[in-house]
């Protein structure tokens, strides 16, 4: 059994990769988004820097996490779980609104901070509600998708591998244990 799952991940991941590359190929190409709308790319760009912002090292927004986010939603993402995060982004104009009687990219930080913690809140709520839940009836909550989304691309963009954190280029020697100086960064693997 173990034998076919890693048969079947080894035949899949090649094909994975080359349907990313052209899904991000196509991005760049167009410079149009594949799945949201310019509207809702826009958004996710913002709500990103809000989860990463702009600190000493550049934040999600310069490292492009939108069009990852975009990319792997369309390309890895079932269309159950792509309609629930456009709904997550529909209800956070939605709190925006409510709470600001604007857009959510047109408030200010302190105004994003606020929705995103209550969308944080919510998030949390929802998976206490699932617990009890059948697994197969469960669903990750749109701010988990984001946040994980946003990590993941973040940490394995160039900005983020290399300048948020310590970066040898490979080849290089094999270090097994290497201690860290007080405020250094962690290693990129």
């Given amino acids: 059994m173990r034998v076919a799952a890693l048969m079947g991940t080894t035949l899949a991941l090649p094909a994975l990769a080359d349907t990313l590359e052209a899904s991000a190929t196509k991005r760049a190409f167009s ?17 990103t820097e809000v989860i990463i912002p702009t600190t000493s090292t550049p934040g999600a927004k310069a490292a492009k996490v939108n069009e990852i986010i975009d990319i792997i939603l369309k390309d890895c993402y079932p269309q159950k779980d792509q309609k629930t995060f456009l709904d997550g982004l529909a209800h956070t104009n939605e709190l925006s609104q409510a709470a600001y009687s604007k857009n959510f990219v047109a408030l200010d930080t302190t105004q994003k901070n606020d929705i995103m913690t209550k969308l944080q809140a919510e998030a949390a709520e929802q998976r206490k509600a699932m617990a009890s ?24 963009s160039e900005i983020g591998a290399t300048q948020a954190l310590s970066y040898i280029a490979v080849p290089g020697r094999f270090q097994g244990c290497v201690d860290l100086k007080p405020g250094q960064k962690a290693w990129a693997t």
Avoid: C, H, I, S
Wanted: proline fraction near 7%; avoid cysteine; hydrophobic fraction near 40%.
């Fill in 133 to 156: 839940m059948p697994a197969d009836k469960r669903t990750t909550p749109f701010f988990n998708t984001l946040k994980t989304l946003t990590l993941n691309g973040y940490f394995t």
């Fill in 31 to 47: 410079g149009k988004p594949l799945l949201f709308t310019a509207d809702q790319d826009t958004m996710v760009a913002e709500m």
